[in-house]
Every structure is written in C-alpha cells, then in structure tokens.
C-alpha cells in the first residue's frame, strides 16, 4: 500500500526537524505553520508550551495526543552531556552529534560517566555551553515501503494528526476534533502531566493517545496499527476500544487492503496512563517500530522505522475514527456478539443443568 501524498508531504515537513525534550520548537513551528494555512485550524498554548490544534466550530469532544520530542543529550557545560530520555548509554559511544539546527556540533559521545536516571556521558572534541541541546547525527529521512528517520517516535504521529486534518477538510466534513502537542514527554510525561493539571477540557473528552512501540513476535510490522489495550502501567477505557475496534472492522469489511492489530503493549507506560489516571475517557493506538529509541541490533545508533503501510492506515483509521464519532456504538456491537452466543447455547445449557449438578 502506498501512502497517500498528503501523508507524504507531512512527513517530509514532520520527520526532518530535529527535536529533544524541552526544545520542540522545530515542530512546534511546522505545526503552527498548518494551522495558519488552513482556515478550518485554530491552535491555543498552554502555560506549558504545549499546542491544542483543534479542527471545526466548538470544543472538540475527541482528541488524538501525541508528544513532539525524542531522546537526545544536553550539554553540561563540563565536558559531559545528560542523556535525556531512554537510549543506553553504551549505545551512544562514538555517534556523532548535531543541533538542533541540523548543524554538526562537532563533538561525539563517549564514555559513561553515570548510568543512572538521568544517565550521562563524556562529550569528546570540544566542551559546549550548558543546556546545548544535541541530536544524533544520522541519515535523513526516506520514505519508501518503510518509513525511516532519527525520529519516528512520535514525529509519525504529528504528521499522522495533521493528515488526519487534510483528509477531513478534504471532505469537507462538519464535526470537531482536536490533537494535542505535548512536550517532554520523553523524560516522564511533562507535558502531559503539566495539561491535565490545567486544561479546562471537561473529563467527558475521548482522548486516544498515538504512540510508537516497539514490535515484538506477536504485533509485527505490516499487520497493521495496533489497538492498544493498555501499557505497563494501565488497561484503557472498554468503551473507546470497543468504538475503535468497531471503526477498524468496518473499514477491513470495506477495504481488504486495511490491516489492524490488537494487543497489551506493556514494554513500557504512554501518556494514556496520564490522561485516564485524570479522568478523561482514553484509548490508545500504536505502530509497531523497529529500532525503538536509535538502538541499532548490532549495536551502536541508527535510524527508527516503521511498515508505510502500517502508518497509511493509522491515517485512515484516526480519520474514520473521527467522522464517525459518536455515531459508532462499540457497546451495541459487543451486545449483538454475546446475545448471539447466548441465543445459541442457552437451550442446552438449561437442557443439561440438571446433569451438571448431579
């Protein structure tokens, strides 16, 4: 399957800004940058940085929230770097590192100093001011059957939302719904633990959080986006997997070409566990990404990657997810498949009840 050229064109705007926690100001841009080109978007900051772009009339009833950072390093002003977010310390000896304004920094990563919680290594070729930001220096992105770059997770998903909102204008639909920008949310959920303290957002808004996880044996890659049950902290709404799960069967019944997957990703936490530990009526979608957080398998950085396919129908998911909210009852489709399972069994049931107890 071949992605859609308003996916392409997004991706190709998203994927090339380099971005670390704290310092989103690359996608931050690109973002306010579609919301002044459409006349259907409109964009609200927090106090903490983060970006609420919503799409038609009124408070959107549905969002999709995704983070717009990436594991990165910052500088120390000593000779050394904080890592921040979850790359291995070990695995950085050697890369090459660059700014955030794509520039080569000049240095590379050594040695571990502290493998901890925040983990810090040495910087050779040269000592930067404090708080430097600093990127991996690695190829830039392609996108071809797989899509890859230095930062999938979560820049995908930011481009995803922002198709999402092509296609719906496109469409020329009516409804509302809205994508959250968090920030630092590779550092312990920043972002997002900073917008439920603050949002006036009523608890009764669906919030699906879009991440990237990796794939293991059971959710391969090009199968499909995965409906995210939980993650290792929290199982996520009934209600809103079931209206996902209800989307995603009508759109395979339609279109053979339209793979999903269901699963527990529970190899790590998402910001979903902070919006449905706040309150909101939360479910979860996902890719299934090789490479998660520039670990390459023989060792050392290299870029992150997921199945085009798999993103082209995340895009075609968020899209008929949000045309037919509201409408799609996941708890009636779910009364239909039990009722007809108890209208098939219920007489030998009562039928051999006596024997059963004898």
């Avoid at 690695?138 to 230095?150: E, Y």
């Avoid at 979608?285 to 520039?294: A, E, I, R, S, V």
Wanted: a positive charge; charged letters at 25%.
């Amino acid at each position: 399957m071949q992605i859609g050229e308003d996916f392409r064109r997004r991706l190709e705007a998203v994927l090339r800004c380099p971005t670390a926690p704290f310092h989103e100001g690359n996608v931050h841009r690109v973002l306010r940058d579609a919301v002044a080109a459409s006349p259907r978007l409109r964009a609200r900051k927090d106090a903490f940085g983060n970006l609420l772009v919503s799409y038609g009339p009124g408070r959107p009833p549905l969002l999709f929230a995704c983070h717009t950072d990436h594991p990165a390093l910052e500088a120390a002003g000593d000779g050394t770097a904080v890592i921040r977010g979850g790359i291995r310390p070990k695995a950085l000896k050697g890369a090459r590192l660059r700014h955030l304004d794509g520039s080569l920094a000049g240095v590379r990563a050594g040695a571990v100093v502290r493998d901890g919680r925040p983990a810090v290594v040495r910087i050779e070729g040269g000592r930067l001011r404090r708080g430097t930001p600093l990127v991996l220096d690695l190829p830039k992105p392609t996108i071809g059957r797989q899509i890859r770059a230095r930062a999938i997770d979560d820049l995908l998903a930011v481009a995803a939302c922002l198709a999402m909102f092509d296609r719906l204008a496109a469409a020329r639909w009516k409804g509302s719904v809205g994508a959250l920008f968090t920030r630092a949310e590779e550092v312990g959920f920043a972002g997002a633990l900073g917008w439920v303290r603050t949002t006036r957002a009523p608890r009764t808004t669906t919030v699906v959080n879009l991440e990237m996880s990796s794939a293991r044996p059971h959710t391969p890659q090009g199968m499909g986006p995965i409906l995210r049950v939980g993650d290792r902290i929290t199982c996520f709404a009934q209600e809103v997997l079931a209206e996902l799960e209800v989307t995603a069967t009508a759109l395979a019944r339609k279109d053979k070409s339209f793979r999903w997957q269901r699963a527990l990703m529970d190899g790590g936490a998402c910001e979903a566990t902070v919006y449905a530990h706040a309150g909101f009526r939360t479910g979860a979608l996902c890719l299934p990404l090789m490479n998660y957080h520039n670990h390459a398998p023989e060792g050392g950085v290299t870029r992150e990657y997921v199945a085009a396919a798999d993103a082209e129908n995340l895009v075609r998911w968020m899209t008929a997810y949000a045309r037919g909210f509201k409408t799609v009852d996941g708890r009636r489709a779910r009364d239909r498949r039990l009722e007809a399972l108890w209208r098939e069994n219920r007489t030998a049931l009562a039928g051999t009840a006596r024997e059963a107890n004898r």
